[in-house]
């Protein structure tokens, strides 16, 4: 998508190289390390979690929409309140998808 990809630019250099390594690894049929699923959000959807000195960015996708890899949202976790993310980016992701999978209709 290409607000996420636009997000995704924005990233520091060092973590647009780690993240698009764990996409490809993605696309490949496999996850990495810093991948988990995100749960809540019906299966095949994943999180890229990378550090920087900058802080922590995330990295959403979906593997089960048709036969792509499909980035749906990319930001800075900026809340200090533990690993969680965000209710209003999870509400974001939830509104992506359902685009999405409209559009693949």
Do not use: C
Request: charged content about 30%; cysteine-free; overall charge positive.
């Amino acid at each position: 998508m290409n607000s996420a990809r636009r997000e995704f630019e924005k990233f520091p250099a060092k973590v647009q190289t780690e993240g698009l390594a764990a996409l490809t690894v993605a696309a490949e049929g496999s996850k990495t390390d810093n991948a988990k699923p995100l749960h809540g959000l019906g299966s095949g959807v994943f999180e890229i979690v990378l550090h920087d000195r900058a802080g922590t960015f995330r990295v959403v996708y979906a593997v089960q929409l048709g036969d792509d890899l499909w980035v749906v949202h990319a930001f800075q976790k900026k809340s200090k309140k533990g690993k969680k993310t965000p209710q209003p980016e999870i509400d974001l992701i939830r509104e992506r998808l359902k685009r999405l999978k409209e559009i693949l209709r």
